[in-house]
């Protein structure tokens, strides 16, 4: 798990539970299987889970488009693109295939019998710049197959993609590990040819894609650009799990999928750490940790509070309001599935007491997390006994 020290806090997200109306232990479910990715619903959208960025025998994976399929059910994921390299086909020799939307097919045939979105795409696959992009929702891959970069990327925009930057800041094709515009980005940009951008892939994160994505206002991506098994390359089931995107939609489809992405409805999360704009972190965090019960603890003026964590994530929360607390130090861990009770300190009994809390394996700008508070509200108060 990652804990990034703090520059600076984000808005507070608030909720309120009173003593007595919301039973301990309210909309928290254990997970069924700890390797399937489940996180809350937001408000009135759907948390999908994603992977839009895998690779296949035909380019330079290891395994059959079939069984991309397979591990993507088995963790939970609703949706997943098969994103072989166009121009990169190191097995062309043992695996001819005149036909780039060959590994779409193979995967949308597997996926029949499930629940699993299969989206046709390609990775374009340039020197620096632009480097490699991923174009989704295409309705015929052979149609980038072109010479110009350019046009390729004319061609994605003419049959409707939606295109993001993959791992611009990979040191292979950026030496120093910095993401950063070059005039071929520029142009790709001004003509709205790019919709988003990796900040994070595979095992790397950037901080200057993240800030690119704020800064051009790019759709925030996370994806697990799997080549080989995805449990031998995040340690599924043994308590690792694969990068996804989580794009909040309006249901499950295809176009609802598509609609979210261009609205820039999504967050990230990897290796326990999610990343994402503040409009949507805060409110995934509102759905994941819920205050479900508080009460003063028998003659005493110190107050105990229940969270309930109903998300994947192990949240890693370091106490930002004015109250000590009584159980632990300054930072706790709330683990996901679970309760979390937490003991406060505020001297005196108080019908309503806020308590605040950084997220800090949440991550909503360069250095920059989110503060989530809980409003614990006991109007029934008795007086503590004397000593």
């Given at each position: 798990m990652i804990a990034i020290p703090s520059r600076g806090l984000q808005r507070i997200v608030l909720y309120t539970a009173a003593l007595g109306l919301v039973a301990a232990g309210a909309g928290a479910h254990p997970a069924t299987d700890s390797r399937r990715i489940e996180f809350p619903n937001v408000g009135n959208y759907q948390t999908l889970v994603c992977d839009f960025h895998q690779h296949t025998v035909f380019s330079d994976g290891s395994v059959w488009p079939n069984i991309r399929v397979q591990e993507a059910e088995r963790d939970g994921l609703d949706a997943i693109a098969v994103t072989d390299h166009l121009e990169y086909?190191?097995?062309?020799?043992?695996?001819?295939?005149?036909?780039?939307?060959?590994g779409f097919v193979i995967a949308t045939e597997a996926a029949a019998k499930t629940k699993v979105l299969v989206l046709r795409g390609a990775e374009v696959t340039r020197a620096m710049p632009p480097g490699h992009c991923n174009a989704i929702f295409l309705q015929d891959v052979?149609?980038?197959?072109?010479?110009?970069?350019?046009?390729?990327?004319?061609e994605a925009a003419r049959q409707g993609a939606f295109v993001f930057w993959n791992h611009p800041s990979w040191i292979k094709q950026t030496p120093d590990g910095v993401a950063r515009l070059t005039p071929l980005h520029e142009q790709l940009l001004n003509e709205g040819l790019i919709q988003g951008i990796e900040v994070m892939n595979e095992h790397e994160f950037s901080d200057e894609s993240l800030q690119l994505a704020l800064d051009r206002n790019l759709t925030i991506m996370g994806n697990s650009d799997i080549h080989?098994?995805?449990?031998w390359a995040h340690d599924v089931p043994a308590g690792g799990h694969r990068p996804v995107t989580l794009v909040f939609a309006q249901e499950r489809s295809e176009a609802a999928l598509k609609e979210a992405l261009l609205a820039r409805r999504t967050a990230v999360w990897f290796t326990n750490t999610l990343v994402g704009r503040a409009e949507w972190l805060d409110p995934l965090l509102a759905a994941s940790l819920q205050l479900t019960s508080s009460r003063y603890l028998p003659d005493t003026s110190v107050l105990e509070l229940v969270i309930t964590n109903r998300s994947d994530a192990d949240f890693i929360l370091r106490n930002a309001s004015s109250y000590r607390l009584h159980l632990h130090a300054d930072v706790l861990e709330a683990k996901a599935h679970q309760q979390l009770k937490i003991l406060v300190k505020p001297i005196q009994r108080s019908p309503r007491v806020v308590v605040a809390f950084e997220v800090l394996n949440a991550v909503t700008a360069p250095g920059v997390h989110p503060t989530i508070a809980f409003a614990a509200e006991v109007p029934e108060l008795t007086t503590p006994a004397a000593n």
């Open positions: 086909q190191p097995h062309a020799s043992d695996i001819p295939h005149p036909d780039r939307n060959r052979n149609g980038l197959l072109v010479e110009d970069p350019l046009a390729a990327f004319r080989g098994l995805i449990d």
